[in-house]
């Protein structure tokens, strides 16, 4: 297939995307038959904003999660293995979830492996979403610990597959919808024993960081069964409180980078960024579970129901920048993915009710507006006629519902 859509077979995730929304409003509409409040819309249009990040930041960091393992095991292999007999798929799976289980283990006890991971963790709700609360940054410290498999002799393509399945693996656990299992909950990692690891209860810090397996966990100590007496409350100790993913990803380095700038030696600087980030179990202070309060900057329903519009407005070019960015020229691409990056900033912005949101959404839909009608003519990527007319009936819509919704602001 050629033009923009060259390649677009290559990432699965193209094909995950619609499965995982449409297994969230299951898991919504669910819970509200239940009456288990799970969900939250900021919340939760922030964590697939989240998501909408990392895929985005994923289109560039190819070098650091494949490319620098298939130079490693063209160049430093020790073995060859073969990648058409069941043995070497079922032991890489294997390997890879144990490697996982480290370097897992390592983004909790290290404040630079941290930094990235927090993203993950910073949700006060866990559900579906959750699990697409992913960092962007994670790519260019995870890498290195991965290559074991490359000098091993796992061919590339087993073990892209099998960090897939380890990571699609990961979806379902995200649930308080599902209890306790039985037997799997003492050899798989469940939505129980990953309930813990989500918790920010006395007894659920550093525990059960098992990909698929909670063996691992078990075997090194880590293990940790959810309590039927207390309710696991969820987030981070130090709220990130707020809806902006891109302040989510970063925030953790910027307290690291000032921390780091204000030490008294170069030694103690750097070491900070590789110290534990609760500094050991010991300090870490008691947590009252009904102390704890979640962020909420009072959303209207107005606010909420236009960001969720947004929100699928949003999906759709996600999806097609994940399936032609590595056919779309170099300006291009980072453009596409500037856009879409600035989109979630807008909607978390109006999701805090930010006094100017409602002026930079409008300027938002006028710039998409612009670059659509102008891109022809710069030969960058052509744009046919209809979807430039498409284009413009949503930025219409959308202005006139940026207005609406935002009538009598009263920011929070």
């Known amino acids: 297939m050629n033009g923009p859509y060259r390649g677009h077979l290559m990432n699965p995730i193209v094909y995950a995307i619609p499965v995982f929304l449409v297994t969230i409003l299951v898991e919504a509409w669910v819970a509200w038959r ?43 292999r020790v073995l060859e293995l073969p990648a058409d007999a069941l043995w070497v798929w079922v032991l890489a799976v294997v390997l890879y979830d144990f490697i996982y289980y480290w370097v897992h283990r390592l983004g909790h006890e290290v ?72 037997w799997l ?20 810090i550093d525990c059960n960081y098992g990909g698929i397996l909670i063996l691992w966990d078990r075997m090194f100590g880590t293990f940790v069964e959810e309590r039927d007496d207390e309710k696991v409350v969820y987030g981070v100790r ?9 302040w989510g990803n970063l925030n953790v380095y910027r307290d690291l980078w000032h921390a780091s700038r204000a030490s008294p030696s170069w030694r103690q600087a750097i070491g900070l960024w590789f110290a534990s980030p609760s500094g050991g179990r010991e300090r870490i202070p008691h947590l009252d579970p009904a102390s704890v309060r979640r962020f909420d900057c009072g959303t209207r329903r107005s606010v909420r129901l236009y960001a969720m519009s947004q929100y699928a407005l949003l999906i ?49 839909w006028l710039a998409i507006l612009a670059l659509v009608m102008a891109l022809p003519a710069t030969q960058l990527w052509p744009v046919p006629g209809s979807l430039q007319a498409i284009i413009a009936c949503i930025a219409a819509a959308s202005l006139i519902g940026a207005q609406q919704c935002t009538r009598r602001y009263q920011p929070a």
């Open 185 to 204: 909950d003492r050899v798989f990692v469940t939505p129980s024993n990953h309930r813990v690891h989500h918790g920010q209860n006395d007894y659920c």
């Open 111 to 182: 404040n630079l492996l941290w930094a990235a991971h927090q993203v993950h963790h910073s949700s006060e709700y866990f559900n579906l979403t959750t699990a697409l609360r992913q960092t962007a940054t994670g790519a260019f410290t995870t890498w290195p610990f991965y290559l074991v498999m490359a000098v091993m002799g796992f061919p590339p393509i087993v073990f892209a597959v099998a960090a897939l399945i380890d990571l699609l693996y990961q979806y379902w656990v995200h649930t308080e919808l599902v209890g306790k299992l039985g």
């Open 238 to 246: 130090r709220p990130l409180a707020s809806f902006n993913p891109v």
């Open 34 to 76: 239940r009456g288990v409040a799970t969900y939250d819309v900021p919340d939760a249009i922030t964590s697939l904003q989240f998501g909408v990040l990392s895929q985005i930041a994923a289109t560039f960091t190819r070098l650091f999660t494949l490319g620098i393992y298939v130079i490693v095991y063209e160049y430093a």
């Open 316 to 364: 759709i070019p996600t999806m097609h920048f994940i399936a032609v960015a590595a056919s779309l020229p170099p300006a291009v691409r980072l453009g596409y993915a500037l856009v879409i990056v600035a989109s979630a900033l807008c909607i978390g912005w109006l999701l805090e009710e930010r006094p100017w949101a409602r002026t930079l959404e409008h300027a938002r």
